[in-house]
Antibody
Framework: QLQLQESGPGLVKPSETLSLTCTVS??????????WGWIRQPPGKGLEWIAN???????YYNPSLKSRLTISIDTSKNQLSLKLTSVTAADTALYFC??????????????WGQGTLVTVSS | ETVLTQSPATLSLSPGERATLSCRAS??????LAWYQQKPGQAPRLLIY???NRATGIPARFSGSGSGTDFTLTISSLEPEDFAVYYC???????????FGQGTKVEIK
């Protein structure tokens, strides 16, 4: 069974870079079956899609975050990474790693990590 | 950008009652809408995809319907574990982006 586990610093200072890693277990990040991505949720608020990526390098970014975003895949470690630069308090959120089945034309997110809370504060 | 509007914001019901949640899109989605359930302190869980297909392991009391711009999630008889927040979600084709509704909270009356 596919499992996703997010990790990274829980506290980031304003203007610095937020870096998170998602480790995939029970499956391969190089699989042709899935895209991999990130979704975030500010405390007490709704869900916002951030970005997703295929093992071939095809990447989609949320236009509102694109200028600050980089996601990448490390196939040797079976990991997905996220880097968000120049963070502000508005980036404080629970960050989820997700998978999207290609068979579903990427129309839904079927596996979610438990999420990792990142707080932006000095 | 496609906007999803969920209603009501909060639904106060008793166990055993029927819950009807609405999601309206600002453009036609055909059938390409998904529903998720989120309980406090947990990640969202996929319930329904392509408007009416239950995800693996989802009980039959959950059903989805609709097409175009109007969609409904129905819980036929609320169980105690169903009190949660529910989100709808869509994908836009170009540029590829994914958006969620603002959520409907189903709370115990």
């Amino acid at each position: 069974q596919l499992q996703l586990q997010e990790s990274g610093p829980g506290l980031v200072k304003p203007s610095e870079t937020l870096s998170l890693t998602c480790t995939v277990s029970g499956g391969s990040i190089s699989s042709s079956d899935d895209y991999w991505g990130w979704i975030r949720q500010p405390p007490g608020k709704g869900l916002e899609w951030i970005a997703n990526m295929y093992y071939t390098g095809t990447t989609y970014y949320n236009p509102s975050l694109k200028s600050r975003l980089t996601i990448s895949i490390d196939t040797s470690k079976n990991q997905l990474s996220l880097k968000l630069t120049s963070v502000t308090a508005a980036d404080t959120a629970l960050y989820f790693c997700v998978s999207q089945p290609v068979r579903g034309a990427l129309n839904w997110f079927d596996t979610w990590g438990q999420g990792t809370l990142v707080t932006v504060s000095s | 950008e496609t906007v999803l509007t969920q209603s009501p914001a909060t639904l106060s019901l008793s166990p055993g009652e029927r819950a009807t949640l609405s999601c309206r899109a600002s453009r036609s989605l055909s059938i390409y809408l998904a529903w998720y359930q989120q309980k406090p302190g947990q990640a969202p869980r996929l319930l329904i995809y392509d408007a009416s297909n239950r995800a693996t392991g989802i009980p039959a009391r959950f059903s989805g319907s609709g097409s175009g711009t109007d969609f409904t999630l129905t819980i036929s008889s609320l169980e105690p574990e169903d009190f949660a927040v529910y989100y709808c979600q869509q994908r836009s084709n170009w540029p590829p982006t994914w958006t969620f509704g603002q959520g409907t909270k189903v709370e115990i009356k």
